[in-house]
């Protein structure tokens, strides 16, 4: 398509948008009965097939149909959180019942999701996980451990990794489920982290039970289907991002989102904080008269740079997606450039706080906001795959280098070596 | 100059490790750092009565052991490994060598024993809000009191202004004040003084603490009576001194928290699994651990050449005890981040010991003056160097 094309299309699928909200928007309506109104025209999430709530749009066009939305001031589905990943998986591997009997509850916010897939003893080895599925005749049966599950604790749903067989090689093992939270034989237990929060849980299953028809794709093939699910995990934090934009106004409608965003924003309102606050430095520098300060400058400089020439690295990889054209390596730069970013920030931080940065809550700088990214940023070079892993992704799969030889995958998962704590 | 501990002090060493293994294992740091006092008073009472160690490098005269800034800086480097919870810090590091260096012999005399004991808990109070560690920003005033009899002036003067970040604050039972005379600025009109805690007018808070081992107090002075230590307005002069032991101290602490980071990431990537092997094996994780080495022994080889200048008194102090702190505030933060990293996600959580070292780490990287700061003394003391 060129250029022209493509805007002219997006200048009357937006005067659509804006026509269709002006005649259905209510403020005053339910949050539920807006909601289902919004599936029900294919607004709601315009890049799903036309069969399932969408009108089948590329990702650019969709996000122009967002932010028509979001300009009339409309709410939109409810799009933060796990529920995205199952959302994209079901729709991907999922058969109509599958999709017939999860994707409105979930896009109405009537059901909460959580994904349980990392596990204590395999993190960054997750075809390494331990949580076996056993079929008793009726029943999968689940048992192990799962961590870093956000949400769980009010999750209707999970989407979760199980070992089904011992005996193949370890990605071939591994069999991908839907299963129902609220059971007996799955418990919850917040997990704190370093920074006093508990945006996580541990879940740990005995015996839970999961009906055969909640398989998604075919038993032993759930690598695959985790692939899916994982492709979609950077545009979930965008998801998050944009979750609380919207939320101001009169009327019923605001009042329930509100409520919303605050229950499901909960675990997320340490990570602007985990990601450095770059958007402080300066004003915090003014503040506290480190501006003056040429070394703290250069501080800062090295920082607003790195974080200017990311985002336009992530603004390259955007456009050229748009024009359809295929990926280049700068596409797996974003995760790696946001680690390094949120540690020199925190370098910054400090420098600027001076003795502050030995107090912390009320007493600490900005109300404890600046404490709060020195004792959050390590998160960003583990979360979501650690630095080095995504090194490794980087030099092997982008640049081409030689893969590291291995020696878990040539042999049944049984023979593989493996931690103990799970 | 000594490059090497001597075998009597290898020996103090491992006395003194020993002790911290057997009295502050993390389940009792974890349990003090909760507490508002901070400390254990038994094993307070253990530390100072068994092995005297309030007391290490205060003269034999004035009560204690005797010893030099050597071996003060082996039980610090000890106890920053331990992480343990205790005023140790602040009234034998801060305190009992400022009343060293700034008292006069009558002075010493009457206060020295006390925290040589472990009886008398002291600390130093120099750094205001939104200062730093500088004493030419002092705010707080002394003036003389009414009945100060002109000849006898060392008593009677009264303190107004504000302290922060005072270690140990809340539990100290003497306080040494830096304070100046009214109409005076910079390194001018200086002084210290001392006070007792429950002296009138005197308001203390503790203060929300990142490092919660490391205790920290808000005190306010509102014509609270202090008496003169050592002389009037030499403050410009005492004070430098005993900010470069300070430092050499606290990068001594540091080190050792430092080296326990090492081992702690080196004991996990040789337990740790994934991808059917040894994260240890991963050439990426031992490249960290090696560089995290070179990081740790370089920062004890310039943390022991500034202890044995601080216990020579050698010209080159000044420099040498900046270079060790910028070093140590360095080297512990990136040790400590370090460690972390190779902990993965367990390393975020509480549960795990990783993050009571990262904020130690992160409050004494900026305790004393941070690494930019003290960078910037190097260069420009650099002259004193020998
Ligand atoms: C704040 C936070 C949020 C999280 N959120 C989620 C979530 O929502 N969902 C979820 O499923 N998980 C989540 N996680 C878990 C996260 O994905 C894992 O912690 C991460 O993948 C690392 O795994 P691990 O913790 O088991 O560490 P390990 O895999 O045990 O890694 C330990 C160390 O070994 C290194 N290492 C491992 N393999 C290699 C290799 N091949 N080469 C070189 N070095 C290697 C690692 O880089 C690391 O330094 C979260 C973690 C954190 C801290």
């Known amino acids: 398509m060129s250029e022209q094309t493509v805007e002219s299309t997006e200048q009357s699928l937006r005067t659509d948008v804006r026509t269709w909200v002006e005649a259905n928007w209510n403020p005053d309506a339910s949050l539920l009965?807006?909601?289902?109104?919004?599936?029900?025209?294919?607004?709601?999430?315009s890049s799903w097939p036309e069969e399932w709530h969408g009108r089948g749009l590329s990702i650019g066009l969709s996000e122009a149909v967002d932010d028509e939305l979001r300009k009339a001031g409309a709410v939109g589905v409810a799009k933060a959180g796990a529920r995205m990943l199952a959302a994209a998986t079901i729709l991907e591997h999922g058969d109509d019942f599958h999709k017939?009997?999860?994707?409105?509850?979930?896009?109405?916010?009537?059901?909460?999701?959580?994904?349980?897939?990392?596990?204590p003893g395999s993190g960054s080895d997750l075809a390494g996980l331990t949580t076996r599925a056993d079929f008793?005749?009726?029943?999968?049966?689940?048992?192990?451990?799962?961590?870093?599950?956000?949400?769980?604790?009010?999750?209707?749903?999970?989407?979760?990794?199980?070992?089904?067989?011992?005996?193949?090689?370890?990605?071939?093992?591994?069999?991908?489920?839907?299963?129902?939270?609220?059971?007996?034989?799955?418990?919850?237990?917040?997990?704190?982290?370093?920074?006093?929060?508990?945006?996580?849980n541990e879940i740990f299953f005995t015996d839970a039970k999961i009906a055969p028809e909640l398989m998604l794709g075919e038993e032993g093939k759930g690598w695959k289907v985790a692939m899916t699910t994982l492709a979609h995990e950077r545009r979930l934090v965008d998801g998050i991002r944009?979750?609380?934009?919207?939320?101001?106004?009169?009327?019923?409608?605001?009042?329930?989102?509100?409520?919303?965003?605050?229950?499901?924003?909960?675990?997320?309102?340490?990570?602007?904080?985990?990601?450095?606050?770059?958007?402080?430095?300066?004003?915090?520098?003014?503040?506290?008269?480190?501006?003056?300060?040429?070394?703290?400058?250069?501080?800062?400089?090295k920082v607003l740079m790195m974080a200017k020439a990311a985002e336009w690295t992530g603004r390259r990889v955007k456009a050229a997606q748009a024009l359809g054209r295929p990926p280049g390596p700068e596409g797996s730069l974003g995760k790696l450039a946001g680690s390094q970013v949120a540690r020199l920030a925190a370098q910054a931080h400090t420098l600027i706080a001076g003795h502050d940065a030995m107090l912390t809550e009320e007493d600490g700088a900005l109300n404890g906001i600046i404490s709060e990214v020195l004792i959050s940023t390590p998160a960003e070079s583990i979360a979501g795959g650690t630095d080095e892993i995504q090194r490794n992704i980087i030099a092997e799969r982008s640049l081409g280098l030689p893969k590291e030889p291995r020696t878990d995958v040539d042999r049944p998962f049984r023979d593989v070596p493996r931690n103990t704590v799970s | 100059m000594q490059f090497t501990f001597t075998d009597e002090q290898e020996e103090f060493r491992l006395i003194v490790r020993r002790f911290m293994d057997d009295k502050s294992p993390?389940?009792?740091?974890?349990?003090?750092?909760?507490?508002?006092?901070?400390?254990?008073?038994?094993?307070?009472?253990?530390?100072?009565?068994?092995?005297?160690?309030?007391?290490?490098?205060?003269?034999?005269?004035?009560?204690?052991?005797?010893?030099?800034?050597?071996?003060?800086?082996?039980?610090?480097?000890?106890m920053g490994r331990a992480l343990l919870c205790a005023p140790f810090f602040s009234a034998t590091a801060l305190a009992a060598t400022s009343i060293i260096h700034a008292g006069t012999e009558e002075q010493k005399l009457a206060l020295l024993p006390g925290i040589a004991s472990g009886q008398t808990?002291?600390?130093?109070?120099?750094?205001?809000?939104?200062?730093?560690?500088?004493?030419?920003?002092?705010?707080?005033?002394?003036?003389?009191?009414?009945?100060?009899?002109?000849?006898?002036?060392?008593?009677?003067?009264?303190?107004?202004?504000?302290?922060?970040?005072?270690?140990?604050?809340?539990?100290?039972?003497?306080?040494?004040?830096?304070?100046?005379?009214?109409?005076?600025a910079g390194d001018e009109g200086?002084?210290?003084?001392?006070?007792?805690?429950?002296?009138?007018?005197?308001?203390?808070?503790?203060?929300?603490?990142?490092?919660?081992?490391?205790?920290?107090?808000?005190?306010?002075?509102?014509?609270?009576?202090?008496?003169?230590?050592?002389?009037?307005?030499?403050?410009?002069?005492?004070?430098?001194?005993?900010?470069?032991?300070?430092?050499?101290?606290?990068?001594?602490?540091?080190?050792?928290?430092?080296?326990?980071?090492?081992?702690?990431?080196l004991d996990y990537a040789q337990l740790r699994m994934?991808?059917?092997?040894?994260?240890?094996?991963?050439?990426?994780?031992?490249?960290?651990?090696?560089?995290?080495?070179?990081?740790?022994?370089?920062?004890?080889?310039?943390?022991?050449?500034?202890?044995?200048?601080?216990?020579?008194?050698?010209?080159?102090?000044?420099?040498?005890?900046?270079?060790?702190?910028?070093?140590?505030s360095d080297t512990y933060m990136k040790s400590a981040a370090e460690c972390l990293q190779i902990h993965g996600g367990i390393g975020f959580t509480w549960e795990n010991d990783t993050h009571l070292y990262f904020k130690r780490a992160k409050s004494s990287e900026v305790f004393l003056g941070d690494a930019n700061y003290h960078r910037d003394q190097v260069v420009l003391r650099w002259e004193n160097q020998a």
Not at chain 1, 101 to 116: A, P, V, Y
Not at chain 1, 249 to 276: C, F, H, S
Not at chain 2, 43 to 71: C, D, M, N, R, T
Not at chain 2, 199 to 210: D, E, I
């Open chain 2, 274 to 328: 994934q991808f059917g092997r040894l994260i240890g094996s991963f050439q990426v994780i031992k490249h960290k651990c090696a560089d995290m080495l070179l990081d740790v022994e370089l920062a004890k080889s310039t943390a022991y050449y500034a202890a044995s200048a601080a216990a020579d008194g050698a010209p080159d102090l000044p420099t040498v005890a900046s270079l060790s702190k910028a070093y140590a």
């Open chain 2, 190 to 265: 200086l002084s210290l003084f001392t006070v007792p805690s429950d002296a009138p007018g005197l308001q203390r808070r503790l203060l929300k603490s990142l490092d919660p081992t490391r205790k920290l107090a808000h005190i306010e002075f509102k014509q609270t009576p202090a008496t003169l230590l050592g002389e009037l307005n030499r403050g410009g002069d005492t004070l430098p001194p005993i900010l470069d032991l300070a430092a050499v101290a606290l990068a001594s602490e540091m080190v050792g928290g430092a080296q326990m980071m090492l081992e702690s990431a």
């Open chain 1, 33 to 45: 009965e807006w909601r289902n109104k919004l599936i029900d025209s294919g607004w709601g999430c």
């Open chain 1, 100 to 119: 017939d009997k999860f994707l409105r509850h979930l896009l109405t916010g009537e059901d909460t999701w959580c994904q349980l897939f990392s596990e």
């Open chain 1, 242 to 301: 944009s979750w609380g934009r919207g939320a101001k106004g009169q009327g019923r409608i605001y009042d329930e989102l509100k409520a919303e965003i605050a229950n499901v924003m909960e675990p997320y309102k340490w990570y602007p904080q985990r990601a450095g606050r770059v958007d402080l430095l300066i004003e915090r520098a003014k503040a506290t008269g480190k501006y003056d300060d040429p070394a703290v400058r250069q501080s800062i400089a």
């Open chain 2, 26 to 78: 993390r389940t009792e740091v974890r349990k003090l750092m909760d507490s508002e006092q901070g400390y254990d008073a038994a094993v307070w009472k253990q530390l100072s009565e068994g092995l005297g160690l309030p007391g290490i490098h205060i003269p034999e005269a004035y009560g204690g052991q005797g010893f030099g800034f050597v071996e003060l800086c082996i039980v610090l480097e000890e």
């Open chain 1, 136 to 200: 008793d005749g009726e029943n999968w049966v689940l048992n192990g451990q799962k961590v870093w599950t956000t949400s769980a604790h009010h999750a209707q749903y999970g989407i979760v990794l199980a070992r089904t067989n011992w005996d193949v090689p370890k990605h071939q093992g591994i069999t991908y489920f839907l299963m129902n939270m609220e059971q007996a034989g799955v418990e919850v237990r917040p997990l704190q982290q370093m920074n006093g929060h508990a945006s996580f």
């Open chain 2, 121 to 184: 808990l002291a600390t130093l109070a120099l750094s205001e809000a939104n200062r730093d560690w500088l004493p030419c920003n002092t705010e707080t005033s002394a003036t003389p009191s009414d009945n100060n009899s002109g000849d006898n002036s060392d008593d009677n003067y009264l303190l107004n202004g504000e302290k922060s970040y005072v270690v140990d604050g809340h539990i100290a039972d003497l306080l040494i004040v830096v304070a100046r005379t009214p109409g005076t």
